[in-house]
């Protein structure tokens, strides 16, 4: 499904992706770890062109999706992006916030957006919070909503930031559960987390990162009970602690 090949990004003198090749298959579940600053939100960002990459290559069900002249908009609409804070649009409805791209990007028909927004809103539990506004819900709900809106476009594909790092400790359980439950479903996602307890659980594989390099990748049973590189051990070593 995602195919990562020498990719390499700068910022500046900067090295923040080093020659990173890896893959993803489809109905797999990858958690991308590692200490802060070590790429792995960068990384994430370049699956759907959040960040351009300036050397190497990323195909995603065999496109090369940063070849000149692909069409950015359409990429994205094919690949569900899940943030840090949310993104809400502000002025809009739960339920609006569901709809608004399905309408405006896939040509659905409100009433097709509508439903398809409700069931997604009670997979996520929502489903009564509909006609709210962001600024009335708590964080874990805001980011069950942002789930379920991505969900809407009928993505292939999963993309997750950090989405439980802005929250309460209190709110954190019922975003995982949510994640959990796609997994369970099939869907293809990666996810850059620092929640050990969900990596290990829920994850096909863990790629492990640091100082922008991938230096490990290992089923989650093996990665947690005797990791290869000295860096993920000591990483494993300072999260246990």
């Known amino acids: 499904m995602i195919v990562l090949d020498k990719v390499n990004k700068w910022y500046g003198d900067y090295h923040a992706l080093v020659d990173v090749s890896e893959r993803v298959e489809r109905n797999e579940v990858v958690v991308v770890c590692g200490p802060s600053g070590s790429g792995k939100s960068t990384l994430i960002r370049t699956l759907n062109r959040l960040e351009e990459i300036d050397g190497g290559r990323i195909e995603i069900d065999g496109r ?33 916030n569901c709809t608004l791209a399905p309408v405006q990007l896939k040509r659905a028909t409100a009433k097709e957006a509508r439903e398809y927004a409700m069931q997604l809103l009670d997979q996520v539990g929502l489903a009564h919070k509909h006609g709210a506004y962001p600024n009335e819900l708590s964080g874990g709900q ?9 969900l809407a476009m009928r993505p292939p594909i999963m993309l997750f930031d950090e989405p439980t790092s802005a929250l309460d400790p209190e709110m954190v359980g019922e975003v995982l559960q949510v994640m959990r ?54 990483f494993l070593a300072d999260v246990l602690r």
């Open 142 to 150: 805001q980011q069950r909503v942002a789930i379920a809106r991505a």
């Open 64 to 96: 090369d999706i940063h070849a000149r002249g692909l069409d950015v908009n359409s990429l994205r609409a094919g690949i569900g992006f899940v943030f840090q804070h949310f993104n809400l649009f502000p002025h809009l409805t739960v339920l609006e």
């Open 181 to 234: 439950s796609l997994a369970r479903q099939g869907m293809t996602m990666v996810c850059v987390t620092h929640e050990m307890g969900f990596a290990r659980e829920v994850s096909d594989r863990v790629w492990f990162m640091s100082e922008g390099k991938l230096l490990e990748q290992a089923k989650p049973e093996e990665f947690f009970t005797n990791p290869r590189h000295p860096r993920a051990q000591q």
